[in-house]
């Protein structure tokens, strides 16, 4: 099987993979007792992580409300856009640890 869309925008995969990264170095930093890649589904249960997750979607949602903003002449599109692209990235590295939880089960 062949992925040309993947391969070809790579760059996106390696920012999702360095925001995992940061997480768990923040995590090992004591920020935060557990990611969502934690593999102790008792201490960080799927509804704690499912929170996480709809942190981060609110905050998309957010970032998109301004972009909307823009369309209206309000703020500057290049600023929004990229705030919402960067939560979009935020949001991928949450559901990314997630699932690597899940699968490390």
């Given at each position: 099987m062949t992925y040309p869309v993947i391969l070809t925008n790579a760059y996106i995969?390696?920012?999702?993979?360095?925001?995992?990264?940061?997480?768990?170095?923040?995590?090992?930093?004591?920020?935060?007792?557990?990611?969502?890649?934690?593999?102790?589904?008792?201490?960080?249960s799927h509804f704690g992580r499912v929170t996480v997750l709809g942190e981060e979607f609110g905050e998309v949602c957010r970032a998109a409300l301004d972009v909307e903003k823009v369309a209206e002449g309000r703020d500057d599109p290049t600023a929004a856009l990229a705030k919402l692209r960067a939560e979009l990235i935020q949001a991928a590295a949450v559901a990314v640890a997630y699932i690597e939880a899940i699968d490390a089960r």
């Amino acid at each position: 099987m062949t992925y040309p869309v993947i391969l070809t925008n790579a760059y996106i995969y390696e920012e999702i993979a360095d925001k995992r990264a940061r997480q768990e170095r923040l995590r090992k930093s004591g920020k935060f007792l557990h990611t969502c890649a934690s593999l102790d589904f008792t201490a960080f249960s799927h509804f704690g992580r499912v929170t996480v997750l709809g942190e981060e979607f609110g905050e998309v949602c957010r970032a998109a409300l301004d972009v909307e903003k823009v369309a209206e002449g309000r703020d500057d599109p290049t600023a929004a856009l990229a705030k919402l692209r960067a939560e979009l990235i935020q949001a991928a590295a949450v559901a990314v640890a997630y699932i690597e939880a899940i699968d490390a089960r």
